[in-house]
């Protein structure tokens, strides 16, 4: 149990288009789900935090307009990288949890690459 | 601040030989506490995690670790170490209810044979 996918796994793309990454819990409802970046040999940075049906909490110095989430259903939350830069080249990851459990469970992780 | 400290970036062991990952926290009070895993590429895997109660917890792969209040520490440790054990391992805090986590910087363990 508690599983959580994520797509795409990688993804190339122009300067300036924008991507869209889901994040999915497979077999328990996602009350909160956040979303981390990772840069090479780095930790985990967290950049928000989201629970279903609201807006999402964005740590200091991450910019909510060009991260935009939307967690609409308890089992999907997403992340698009608008207009997007090289510098938003990096490795996401989210994780999720439910009401009853204040275990996280990661996602696999998106590699973005911007051209 | 909260926060968590790994103090070893890399730790290389023998197979075979026992191993123990440092991990350090900061918080207002007894947090949640976390041990994670990740190999090249991919996302983390929950290995244990400590709540409350026994204070030597039991996780997955043969690994345990062990919560120590008075040195604020909750230290990763394995008997024996296999090959397939090379990876990352985040150590993570969490204090509140909606399960905010704050992470260590990683160490990443090499096993030679």
């Known amino acids: 149990g508690a599983v959580v996918s994520q797509h795409p796994s990688r993804v190339i793309c122009k300067s300036g288009t924008s991507v869209k990454i889901e994040c999915r819990s497979l077999?328990?409802?996602?009350?909160?789900m956040f979303w981390y970046r990772q840069f090479p040999k780095q930790s985990l940075m967290l950049m928000a935090t989201?629970?279903?049906?609201?807006?999402?909490?964005?740590e200091q110095g991450v910019e909510k307009d060009k991260f935009l989430i939307n967690h609409a259903s308890l089992t999907l939350s997403t992340l698009t990288v608008t207009s997007a830069h090289p510098e938003d080249s990096s490795f996401y990851i989210c994780?999720?949890?439910?009401?009853?459990?204040?275990?996280?469970?990661f996602g696999p992780g998106t590699r973005l690459l911007v051209l | 601040a909260q926060s968590v400290t790994q103090p070893d970036i890399h730790i290389t062991v023998s197979e075979g030989a026992s191993l123990e990952l440092r991990c350090n926290y900061s918080y207002g009070a007894t947090p949640y506490l976390f041990w994670y895993v990740q190999s090249p590429g991919q996302g983390l895997q929950l290995l244990l995690k400590?709540?409350?109660?026994?204070?030597l917890v039991q996780g997955i792969k043969g690994f345990e670790a062990e919560f120590k209040r008075s040195q604020s520490s909750f230290n990763l440790r394995k008997p024996s170490v296999h090959w397939s054990d090379a990876a990352e391992y985040f150590c993570?805090?969490?204090?509140?209810?909606?399960?905010?986590?704050?992470f260590g910087q990683g160490t990443i363990l090499t096993v030679h044979p």
């Open positions: 400590y709540f409350s109660g026994d204070t």
């Open positions: 989201s629970n279903e049906g609201s807006k999402a909490t964005y």
């Open positions: 077999d328990f409802q996602a009350t909160t």
């Open positions: 994780s999720a949890k439910g009401t009853a459990q204040e275990t996280q469970y």
């Open positions: 993570g805090a969490g204090g509140t209810s909606y399960g905010k986590l704050t």
